[in-house]
């Protein structure tokens, strides 16, 4: 077993507080993520990495329970915005793209996969994923 390395992580603050719209980086990596209270949905939509291709989790709560959903596409705001009308339980959304927008659904389809392992795995956490498929 190697040893761990440490990493950077940035943290940006849109508003100036930790509770409204979050952008997260990590050093030498090209991803980018974005965190937003679905009462600030018009503003993150309105943000140029929402049209791109990627990953993304809704979340909240369901039945009284904690609730992910874990979606992918390649205009990942146009699936939001649809998720803004038919789904009424989430309370806040995760971006997952890549900058420049170099992702298409393929490579968003592998990361979605996993983490609807990593939920399935941890059913603290209840997901449902975007796709037809069956989580394997």
Known sequence: ??????RSLE???????????????LFNWTGHVLLFPRTQLSAALARSEASYAGVYLLLGDQNGEPFAYIGEGEDI????????????????AV??????????????????RFM????????????????TRQAP
């Open 1 to 6: 077993m190697s040893p761990a390395v440490g």
């Open 95 to 112: 971006l997952v793209t890549a900058s420049a927008n170099k992702l298409n659904k393929a490579h968003g389809a592998a990361p979605s």
């Open 11 to 25: 943290l940006y603050y849109i508003d100036g507080r930790p509770d409204g719209m979050v952008t997260a980086e």
């Open 77 to 92: 705001g146009a699936r939001i915005r649809q998720h803004d009308v038919r789904k009424e339980w989430w309370t806040s």
């Open 116 to 131: 609807m392992r990593g939920a399935c795995f941890f059913s603290a956490v209840r997901a449902r994923c975007s796709a």
